[in-house]
């Protein structure tokens, strides 16, 4: 008995001082539940995404009219395709957003509607939409409003450059001026329905972007130095007062500034250059982009000229008489510059 004991206790020494074998197969570690992070609430009264085949649509526009840079994007939704994820529209639309679309400017192309459409088309310049003279319900879109048409150019209003970045360009079929033998532009009219095409495309874009009157405005607007388009025969008169379309002033308040005009003998005083210098002033705090030197020079009458175009069209040889000085300052009295 003895003996099996101590064999028995020999082994179990011999077993226990012997090299262990480890084992190279990975153990599984212990796991722990795992808690998901809670996903922020979307926040209240989005409105939904629209879904039209295999695009997406946000209609709903929640902008400040006042600032106009405070929007939701109108129309068609363009998004990334990141490879193995999805984007999704939990979130749309955060608030903190602009349009594009800032200005609408006017056109006319100087050329009939063969040429107007192959030109703005095959060329290096374009526009948004062609307006065509044909009575019919036609207006051709050439550009989609979300990129830019190379319409403006070199353009300048306010405190904004370059407005091709900015704006929503309108061509209108018409064939421009022509030069009498006295050198006097003459300048042909637009037809009753294509001026009807004009104000509902304009109304319309106007509404749908918030677009401030201050900044509808002609080419010769934005580029008065080198631009007549859509010159004097374009009725934006008529447009304000029947369509609700672009700036125009109060006749009252122009009266008030053109019978004080005359009182301080207003010819005198277009010959001093501080006068000269407060004109200059009042079409640049307009909108115009004009550098006030006190000299009438050539710019200061091409930019006159490019504001009788469309305030006071039975009047534009670039002189600014009494009453194209009233007019501007009923202008700037009623849409001050903020």
Not at 238 to 248: A, Q, R
Not at 301 to 308: D, I
């Amino acid at each position: 008995m003895r003996k099996s004991l101590a064999v028995i206790s020999l082994g179990i020494l011999f077993f226990s001082c012997a090299p262990q074998k480890v084992s190279t197969t990975p153990q599984p570690k212990p796991t722990m539940a795992k808690t998901p992070t809670p996903k922020p609430a979307a926040a209240p009264n989005k409105s939904k995404i629209q879904h039209e085949r295999n695009a997406e649509f946000f209609r709903d526009n929640i902008a400040d009219a006042s600032k106009n840079d405070n929007t939701a994007s109108y129309g068609s939704i363009v998004s990334a395709r990141p490879q193995g994820f999805n984007v999704v529209k939990t979130f749309f639309p955060a608030v903190a957003q602009n349009f594009r679309q800032k200005y609408i400017i006017l056109h006319y192309t100087a050329l009939d509607e063969e040429k107007s459409v192959r030109v703005l088309t095959q060329q290096s310049v374009s526009a948004h939409y062609l307006v065509n003279d044909s009575d019919d319900k036609e207006i051709y879109q050439l550009v989609d409003e979300n990129k830019r048409a190379y319409h403006a150019g070199i353009s300048g209003w306010r405190s904004d450059k370059m407005l091709n970045d900015t704006s929503i360009g309108i061509e209108i079929v018409n064939t421009g001026y022509v030069t009498d033998a006295a050198g006097s532009k003459i300048f042909p009219e637009f037809p009753e329905n294509q001026v009807r095409k004009v104000a509902a495309l304009v109304k319309d874009l106007s509404e749908r972007y918030m677009i401030p009157p201050t900044n509808i405005l002609g080419h010769s607007d934005v580029a008065p130095t080198r631009k007549q388009d859509p010159g004097p025969m374009f009725p934006w008169k008529m447009l304000y007062e029947e369509y609700g379309i672009g700036m125009w002033y109060d006749e009252d308040a122009k009266q008030a500034f053109y019978d004080v005009a005359i009182l301080e003998d207003y010819a005198l005083q277009m010959t001093v250059p501080s006068f000269i210098f407060k004109v200059q002033s009042a079409l640049r705090d307009f909108g115009y982009d004009i550098n006030p030197s006190g000299e009438y020079d050539n710019a200061t009458a091409k930019t006159v000229e490019a504001f009788q175009y469309h305030f006071r069209p039975q009047e534009y040889s670039g002189k600014l008489d009494a009453e194209t000085w009233a007019i501007l300052q009923a202008l700037n009295q009623k849409y001050p510059r903020k």
